[in-house]
């Protein structure tokens, strides 16, 4: 046999209660309705008088409630107190709605006046339909007594029986408007935590995309940064954002700074200067094969540099005596403009091939025939490659320089001792330094002294 559960059970009581309830808002006899009706209006608006005061009186503490929290601790807008007081109004007032009187309260509360049970016996009588001659007088009783007690309901059932209930509602109205006019005492402490976090925010945005420009910054197929200064990086924006407070986080972003740096110094801090010298000097000439060099330069772009020198190396062949000189010694100046070995040999290595008719003097294999990244033993290839790995090195010392140029100013705005505004035009330059800009970020490797044209 199929057994019914017993919570089952006991819905199915709850939802036929419910039912039985609703009927019971409609009499079950006209007449008793008709002498009964002035205590209903009676007992209906006494009703929602106390309906009205329980919800407003909810409604004002849970206002005042949440305001006291709220001057405590702010982790909401001023009106969540106004949302409160209205949800518990609305929900006060739906539970009253939902239990209102019936006609069976009316009643009960016309035998609690004086009637003795004469009203309960005539309505259960209508409602079961009895039709013996007892019941019938009964009823009939029942319903002389309704009409006989209508006329003192006023008195007998005031719509409010104590005024003194309301007085709680004027004390929460004071205590709501006394909340609301007086200075709030930590006020200046919330202010201030929330613009420091509203900081740290901000600073934390433009540390991502610091981050996200020099994360993954490549010279000569090989990443710049470690994997675990990677790492470190990419947890930065959220470790400022998170900082307990603005020192906190200024810590970090200078932390951070200091380790670009570091690996701005091992990058080759000298590529800057030589690309830049390379660039003005070359500009300043006035062949048209050497301004495309200096163009060239400046794009920093691979390909543009290997084709201004295949485009000088074409040219070569075919020019005079004269021009080959000229072109040999604008090299060996140049050679004695930069600072690394390598971009040095190569440029010497070039010269020495334009004066011998475009043949690398040297072996095939020595030193003198190859650069970095070329993997031809022609000078001309030796040459695009030391010169394309020096602008890769130079902007990628430029990346790590104005990142680290940013972190610097967002970590002295968080300390107070920057400029609103330079936090940003750093972070601006981070990613448009060209390859041959001058000058290095502060906190970056120093400078050193530069090579005179004669220099080696």
């Given at each position: 046999?199929?057994?019914?559960?017993?919570?089952?059970?006991?819905?199915?009581?709850?939802?036929?209660?419910?039912?039985?309830?609703?009927?019971?808002?409609?009499?079950?006899?006209?007449?008793?309705?008709?002498?009964?009706?002035?205590?209903?209006?009676?007992?209906?608006?006494?009703?929602?008088?106390?309906?009205?005061?329980?919800?407003?009186?909810?409604?004002?503490?849970?206002?005042?409630?949440?305001?006291?929290?709220?001057?405590?601790?702010?982790?909401?807008?001023?009106?969540?107190?106004?949302?409160?007081?209205?949800?518990?109004?609305?929900?006060?007032?739906?539970?009253?709605?939902?239990?209102?009187?019936?006609?069976?309260?009316?009643?009960?509360?016309?035998?609690?006046?004086?009637?003795?049970?004469?009203?309960?016996?005539?309505?259960?009588?209508?409602?079961?339909?009895?039709?013996?001659?007892?019941?019938?007088?009964?009823?009939?009783?029942?319903?002389?007594?309704?009409?006989?007690?209508?006329?003192?309901?006023?008195?007998?059932?005031?719509?409010?029986?104590?005024?003194?209930?309301?007085?709680?509602?004027?004390?929460?109205?004071v205590a709501l408007v006394v909340l609301q006019a007086l200075p709030d005492p930590l006020g200046a402490y919330w202010a201030e935590r929330r613009a420091e976090k509203q900081?740290?925010?901000?600073?934390?945005?433009?540390?991502?995309?610091?981050?996200?420009?020099?994360?993954?910054?490549?010279v000569a197929g090989e990443d710049v940064l470690p994997e675990e200064l990677k790492q470190r990086l990419g947890d930065l924006p959220r470790e400022v954002a998170r900082a307990?407070?603005?020192?906190?986080?200024?810590?970090?972003?200078?932390?951070?700074?200091?380790?670009?740096?570091?690996?701005?110094?091992?990058?080759?801090?000298?590529?800057?200067?030589?690309?830049?010298?390379?660039?003005?000097?070359?500009?300043?000439?006035?062949?048209?094969?050497?301004?495309?060099?200096?163009?060239?330069?400046?794009?920093?772009?691979?390909?543009?540099?290997?084709?201004?020198v295949e485009n000088l190396s074409e040219q070569m062949k075919d020019a005079g005596e004269e021009e080959r000189l000229e072109t040999a010694a604008v090299m060996f100046a140049?050679?004695?403009?930069?600072?690394?070995?390598?971009?040095?040999?190569?440029?010497?290595?070039?010269?020495?091939?334009?004066?011998?008719?475009?043949?690398?003097?040297?072996?095939?294999?020595?030193?003198?025939?190859?650069?970095?990244?070329?993997?031809?033993?022609?000078?001309?290839?030796?040459?695009?490659?030391?010169?394309?790995?020096?602008?890769?090195?130079?902007?990628?010392?430029?990346?790590?320089?104005?990142?680290?140029?940013?972190?610097?100013?967002?970590?002295?705005?968080?300390?107070?001792?920057?400029?609103?505004?330079?936090?940003?035009?750093?972070?601006?330059?981070?990613?448009?330094?060209?390859?041959?800009?001058?000058?290095?970020?502060?906190?970056?490797?120093?400078?050193?002294?530069?090579?005179?044209?004669?220099?080696?």
């Open positions: 046999m199929f057994k019914i559960p017993g919570l089952v059970l006991k819905l199915f009581k709850k939802i036929k209660n419910i039912k039985i309830k609703s009927r019971r808002h409609k009499w079950p006899d006209r007449e008793l309705a008709e002498a009964l009706k002035p205590l209903a209006r009676r007992v209906t608006t006494r009703y929602w008088l106390e309906s009205a005061r329980l919800g407003l009186l909810w409604g004002l503490a849970a206002a005042t409630m949440v305001m006291a929290l709220l001057r405590l601790y702010p982790a909401a807008p001023a009106w969540t107190a106004a949302v409160a007081g209205l949800t518990a109004v609305l929900t006060v007032l739906a539970l009253r709605i939902w239990q209102r009187p019936d006609a069976l309260t009316v009643v009960r509360v016309a035998d609690t006046l004086g009637l003795n049970g004469d009203a309960v016996t005539a309505f259960r009588l209508f409602e079961n339909k009895a039709a013996d001659p007892w019941s019938r007088a009964a009823a009939a009783g029942g319903i002389d007594a309704g009409a006989r007690l209508a006329a003192g309901t006023r008195a007998a059932y005031p719509a409010v029986p104590h005024w003194r209930s309301w007085r709680d509602l004027a004390l929460l109205a900081a740290l925010q901000a600073a934390a945005r433009e540390a991502d995309r610091v981050v996200d420009e020099v994360r993954e910054l490549e307990a407070d603005r020192h906190d986080a200024a810590a970090k972003l200078e932390r951070a700074r200091w380790e670009l740096d570091g690996v701005r110094a091992v990058v080759d801090p000298s590529a800057r200067r030589d690309i830049k010298r390379l660039e003005e000097t070359w500009g300043r000439l006035g062949g048209e094969e050497w301004r495309n060099m200096a163009e060239a330069l400046g794009s920093g772009d691979e390909s543009d540099i290997h084709k201004a140049s050679a004695g403009l930069v600072e690394n070995p390598e971009l040095r040999r190569a440029l010497r290595d070039t010269a020495g091939a334009v004066l011998s008719g475009g043949r690398s003097p040297g072996p095939p294999g020595s030193g003198g025939n190859q650069g970095p990244g070329s993997r031809n033993p022609d000078a001309a290839n030796s040459l695009a490659g030391a010169l394309s790995g020096a602008a890769a090195t130079a902007s990628a010392g430029g990346a790590l320089g104005g990142a680290s140029a940013t972190l610097s100013n967002l970590a002295r705005d968080l300390s107070g001792a920057g400029s609103g505004g330079g936090a940003q035009m750093a972070g601006n330059n981070v990613g448009d330094n060209p390859a041959g800009s001058a000058g290095a970020a502060p906190g970056g490797a120093s400078s050193g002294n530069a090579h005179s044209p004669g220099g080696t």
